[in-house]
């Protein structure tokens, strides 16, 4: 298996400790949602836990709160961004499979037609 950099701060690390700005749509005590930086469709949020985990796969059975808390909080940015019933959500785990950064993250997209698969 590709050997990510778990250890590394990635730049979600520094949006969290709000050292780089972000348009942050929602925040709690676990997660923060912002406005993806090349967004992807008209709507497109990031939606990451404020733990980094760097990939889905390193994620443990401790995380399965966390993971649940991630799912529902994508559902509520995207009801919020008026696409509550028409969205997408993705999550790239490891390079080969399109993920950049290392802390992982939940695409919120919407706003457009979305094609299946999406290749
Ligand atoms: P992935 O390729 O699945 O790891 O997704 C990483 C996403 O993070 C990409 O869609 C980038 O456009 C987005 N991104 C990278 N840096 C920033 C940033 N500073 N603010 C917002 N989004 C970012």
């Known amino acids: 298996m590709e050997?990510?950099?778990?250890?590394d701060p990635t730049i979600f690390s520094k949006i969290i400790s709000k050292e780089i700005p972000a348009d942050i749509v929602y925040e709690d005590d676990l997660c923060l949602a912002f406005k993806d930086i090349m967004p992807a469709a008209p709507i497109h949020i990031l939606v990451i836990p404020k733990k980094p985990i760097a990939?889905?796969?390193d994620a443990?059975?401790?995380d399965k709160a966390l993971l649940g808390h991630l799912n529902l909080v994508a559902a509520q940015v995207a009801n919020d961004a008026g696409i509550g019933d028409k969205f997408r959500?993705?999550?790239n785990n490891g390079a080969k499979a399109g993920q950049?950064?290392?802390h992982i993250h939940y695409h919120v997209i919407g706003g457009r037609s979305l094609q299946w698969p999406p290749g």
């Open 100 to 102: 950049s950064v290392f």
């Open 60 to 62: 443990t059975e401790s």
């Open 89 to 91: 959500l993705v999550m």
């Open 3 to 7: 050997k990510p950099t778990p250890s």
């Open 55 to 57: 990939r889905l796969i």
